[in-house]
């Protein structure tokens, strides 16, 4: 068995959630591409020791590895191409060229012939005029890969306080990898985590602070009661080579981010704070948490090419407003050390794409282990 690290390549990075489960399983991001500045400056500050590259995936071209990894070959390329085009939600089109991008991944992964590769998507991929997509890309490799799925994972299965679905497929090469099969993937017993369980014991929200720098900061309030393993979990210090060391020393205070209010008019407020839990405010239709339930999926919302629309926000289960960008990093089980951006918005964009670092986790451990190396992290026994 070697201890040495497994590497990978993360293809439509955004700020990493996918890069942070597999960096807790005990893999090493060589390499993270997103195409968009904005949602990847969380990527730099989170994880300084990969290198993050501003590119368009599609244009990437085989010498241009060269360049970026030298002769090194990665062990795996995760990734999750946008998926805009396939959503069930708002307007797809088979004529989005971002559907082209699933293409470039697995011509990636026939390039650089790494000894597995994860993809992630929506569920709107699987349906009547989409699935083809898919087909035709899984054949340009399916000579070399054994691949497994396309299979339809839900958050909450792997520990997270969110019922999120999404659409994987898993590839390895059988001359290199032990064999497994979906049962191996998806063999997880893990309790079910709640929306009380991810944010009861965060900060109040703050108000706005205006600069560039500024991430809204709070200190954690006195627990009247022992934390969840959910929080706790999610509260320790980052392994070393991970965080912002700015991050980093406002945690070991006892400080977290992400804290920023949003601003309602009282009648808003109070038409929130009277929404029943586990329904939708009439009119703005964003849907009320229960304590004891979990997040609905987070969306993401658009970026400023398509109009910058802002995606409906779940509503705190007490409290008359929506919730805050660190209670959405919750829902979604990253720990708080991770930061996003000074604009909630951003911020939220950021965890409404993200691969839920639970599930990126539990996926990566479970092939890490058929790579022969047994990954040493606890973080599967609190959140994953």
């Known amino acids: ?66 360049q970026l990894i030298g002769a090194q070959r990665p062990d795996g390329i995760i990734g999750g191409p946008p998926c805009q085009g396939f959503s069930r939600i708002g307007k797809r089109s088979k004529e989005d060229p971002r559907n082209s991008l699933i293409h470039h991944f697995y011509r990636h992964v026939d390039e650089l012939s790494p000894k597995f590769f994860i993809m992630e998507n929506v569920e709107g991929l699987l349906d009547d005029g989409n699935h083809q997509i898919l087909s035709d890309a899984i054949d340009s490799i399916s000579d070399r890969y054994h691949v497994i799925g396309p299979l339809v994972v839900n958050a909450a299965h792997f520990g997270a306080a969110t019922n999120r679905k999404r659409v994987i497929v898993v590839g390895y090469d059988p001359q290199e990898c032990d064999p497994f099969d979906s049962e191996h993937l998806l063999d997880f017993n893990v309790p079910m985590a709640t929306v009380k369980d991810a944010i009861s014991d965060l900060p109040t929200p703050i108000g706005q602070i205006n600069g560039i720098h500024e991430f809204g900061w709070a200190s954690y309030p006195a627990c009247p009661s022992p934390l969840s393993s959910y929080a706790a979990a999610l509260r320790e210090l980052p392994s070393p080579g991970l965080g912002w060391q700015h991050a980093i020393d406002h945690l070991k205070a006892g400080r977290v981010s992400g804290l920023f209010e949003t601003m309602h008019s009282s009648k808003v407020a109070k038409r929130y704070l009277t929404t029943p839990g586990g329904r939708a405010d009439k009119i703005s239709k964003s849907y009320k948490l229960e304590w004891g339930g979990l997040c609905p999926t987070l969306r993401a919302g658009t970026g400023a090419e398509k109009g910058a629309f802002q995606a409906v926000r779940p509503l705190h289960p007490e409290q008359g407003r929506v919730i805050t960008v660190r209670e959405a990093a919750r829902m979604q089980a990253f720990p708080d050390w991770f930061v996003f951006h000074p604009t909630k918005w951003h911020s939220f964009r950021m965890i409404g794409n993200s691969v839920s670092p639970s599930v990126s986790f539990g996926l990566l451990s479970k092939i890490r282990q058929k790579l022969g190396v047994v990954s040493q992290s606890n973080y599967n026994k609190k959140v994953a």
């Open 1 to 66: 068995m070697t201890s040495k690290a497994a590497t990978l390549i993360d293809l439509f990075s955004g700020c990493g959630g996918f890069s942070l489960g597999a960096e807790l399983a005990g893999f090493q991001s060589l390499v993270a591409v997103d195409i968009e500045p904005t949602l990847q400056s969380g990527f730099t500050k989170n994880f300084p020791h990969t290198k993050a590259i501003q590119a368009d995936v599609g244009q990437i071209r085989k010498a241009d590895w060269s």
